[in-house]
């Protein structure tokens, strides 16, 4: 992205492109998970409780806390972005794609993920305007769009591949060493698309090194304590 970033038309179709290998990821989940595997997922309700408590209470809890140690290596506009991003729940395709990698609880990975992005759309601008004292509020219409995308882009494909799951079910059981490059391709082609907005917004030239280099840091220091307490939380419970 920074070599080559997408711009222009490039832009338009690569997020296109984007749009259909999540749409494809879900749909080929859909057709891998068997019924009662999902009835076993959505109904895994204190895995989701800890999923949710992480999410939405300890990664905004943590950002604030380590907020005096951790904003001197950025600027303050960058720990704004670190405040946001603790805010927020995390990527559905990216969740789904490790979790499926790491050959995880799938179903239960779809559920949860997918009910952190809707709880999400309502949580997030609350947690926003607690962190960053911020006041203003999304209108009605912004919220009702992103639930509407959020059911066509991930809920749509995710059913659809379940209802043929009769039919390309077997398919798919053979094919999953090859087929798990779309769980990669797809957060490949997001980090690209988003990255490469950003190059061109002018990342590199109105950016410092230094606290780029400090991003990275930080990144890795919230990555390393949240990954931690999920492990032994999740072993502890």
């Not at 882009?153 to 798919?172: D, E, N, S």
Request: contains cysteine.
């Amino acid at each position: 992205a920074s070599v080559l970033p997408c711009q222009g038309l490039a832009a338009q179709i690569a997020n296109v492109v984007t749009n259909i290998a999540i749409g494809l990821l879900f749909f080929l989940h859909g057709a891998k998970l068997s019924r009662q595997a999902l009835v076993a997922g959505i109904t895994h309700w204190r895995l989701h409780l800890l999923v949710f408590a992480f999410t939405f209470v300890s990664f905004p809890l943590l950002g604030w806390a380590l907020q005096p140690l951790l904003a001197p290596l950025v600027t303050p506009e960058l720990y704004l972005g670190v405040l946001f991003m603790c805010a927020l729940p995390a990527t559905v395709q990216s969740s789904i794609a490790f979790v499926s990698m790491a050959r995880g609880n799938v179903s239960a990975a779809v559920c949860s993920a997918s009910l952190s992005s809707l709880l999400g759309i309502f949580l997030t601008p609350l947690l926003v305007r607690l962190l960053l004292d911020a006041h203003g509020g999304s209108d009605g219409q912004s919220t009702l769009d992103a639930i509407v995308k959020i059911c066509v882009q991930l809920l749509l494909p995710f059913v659809a591949g379940q209802l043929l799951r009769p039919v390309i079910g077997h398919w798919v059981d053979r094919h999953k060493g090859k087929l798990k490059f779309v769980d990669q391709g797809s957060i490949l082609l997001v980090v690209y698309t988003a990255f490469s907005a950003a190059v061109i917004e002018g990342l590199w030239r109105e950016t410092p090194i230094l606290s780029l280099v400090g991003l990275v840091f930080i990144c890795a220091t919230l990555l390393t304590l949240v990954l931690l307490a999920t492990r032994y939380s999740a072993r502890l419970l």
